[in-house]
């Protein structure tokens, strides 16, 4: 919105001419959705601790002492994170660029299926929700359409393709195939942040750190001089997304303050949903899908915890981690909280580092 600022008064106003550049409307991304999230938080906190009485319902089969610590934690956190994300980028991007839609859509649609599946946890006071089935399809639809939007906008030679970290001209063309292949990351990327969300603080800063991570890399993928230096395919108006990484790192931020231990409220599949689906959105246009696995590889690493137990539960009787996800394994190891926190953020920012080393490595 104020992005028009400059195109109908810069030549009456040169100062103006500031928010041409994408990396100080970026900024103004950062520090409005925190400013948001920090000033909006605490009013829906206590409209949602009220209406929600007991908050959300803790897993029977998770840690034991989270039934007594986390108990009366209200949900659905993650209205306030993507409010903060919709206002910011309303207000900073450039909204003639179609990347911003699709991405949004993506966003509000996952954060939609992620309320309602909080809403029947909370009302009918279970950890389940709706039917795994009807919730995977809903989320292949959603972002099997945000990926066809992607495709449309994109060069023809590169739009369908995959591209390969450390090979420069190294691609695959798939085709239509691509459109299964995109959402399969998005939604892939969203349900593993749900997996991770289930210690204070734990999803989110990874979520951050991933954020920063692919508002760089979108940058200068559509940065046409910065994509010729580095080797990196260029994709023309990828560069604008990194409105919505810095809107996704304020709000993060904001969300943090609220969520530290002990959480006064936890993000819920409205959050975890929404936000898995941006990273998978962002790396789908960028065209370093397989880039995401290494930085978001700490969510990989949770999900493929959760798919081994119960690979091997079903097949050997036995259980390889003392509980899944991941997290929860070194909690039952005698791990506190904040350690297993703490330490998964390291790790995320090594994977991240080791992520953004992808880009001059050709």
């Known amino acids: 919105m104020l992005y028009y600022l400059s195109v109908a008064f810069e030549p009456d106003f040169a100062?103006?001419?500031?928010?041409?550049?994408?990396?100080?409307?970026?900024?103004g991304a950062i520090m409005t959705a925190l400013l948001f999230v920090?000033?909006?938080?605490?009013?829906?906190?206590?409209?949602?601790?009220?209406?929600q009485g007991r908050g959300q319902p803790i897993r029977e089969d998770g840690p034991a002492r989270h039934v007594l610590e986390k108990q009366g934690t209200p949900t659905m956190g993650g209205?306030?994170?993507?409010?903060?994300?919709?206002?910011?980028?309303?207000?900073?991007?450039?909204l003639s660029n179609l990347y911003i839609w699709a991405v949004l859509f993506?966003?509000?649609g996952f954060g939609a299926i992620g309320f309602?599946?909080?809403?029947?946890?909370?009302?009918?006071?279970?950890?389940?929700?709706?039917?795994c089935e009807a919730r995977l399809f809903l989320e292949f639809l959603i972002a099997g359409i945000g990926v066809f939007v992607i495709m449309r906008i994109g060069k023809p030679e590169l739009s369908s393709a995959l591209a390969f970290p450390f090979f420069k001209d190294a691609l695959w063309q798939m085709g239509l195939f691509f459109i299964a292949f995109g959402a399969f990351v998005v939604v892939g990327a969203g349900n593993s942040v749900n997996m991770t969300d289930g210690l204070d603080g734990l999803a989110i800063v990874p979520v951050m750190i991933a954020a920063a991570s692919f508002g760089l890399i979108v940058y200068l993928v559509g940065h046409a001089r910065f994509a010729d230096y580095l080797q990196l395919h260029y994709v023309a108006g990828t560069g604008e997304l990194a409105i919505i990484a810095g809107a996704v790192l304020g709000s993060g931020l904001g969300f943090l303050w609220f969520n530290a231990p002990p959480a006064m409220i936890f993000m819920g599949d409205t959050g975890s949903l929404s936000l898995g689906g941006?990273?998978?959105?962002?790396?789908?246009?960028?065209?370093?899908?397989?880039?995401?696995?290494?930085i978001g590889g700490l969510f990989v690493l949770e999900t493929v915890s959760v798919i081994v137990q119960v690979v091997s539960f079903k097949l050997t009787g036995k259980r390889v981690f003392a509980m899944a996800p991941l997290h929860h394994h070194f909690e039952e190891k005698g791990w506190s909280e904040p350690t297993v926190v703490i330490r998964f953020w390291i790790i995320s920012v090594v994977l991240a580092i080791i992520g953004l080393a992808t880009l001059k490595l050709r």
């Open 15 to 27: 100062i103006l001419n500031v928010l041409r550049y994408t990396t100080f409307r970026t900024g």
């Open 38 to 51: 920090f000033l909006f938080g605490p009013a829906l906190i206590s409209k949602l601790r009220l209406k």
């Open 79 to 94: 209205l306030m994170i993507l409010s903060g994300i919709l206002f910011s980028t309303l207000l900073w991007a450039d």
């Open 106 to 108: 993506v966003a509000l």
């Open 116 to 131: 309602y599946d909080d809403y029947l946890k909370v009302t009918r006071a279970s950890a389940g929700g709706f039917s």
């Open 278 to 294: 941006i990273l998978g959105m962002l790396a789908v246009a960028a065209k370093h899908e397989i880039v995401l696995a290494i």
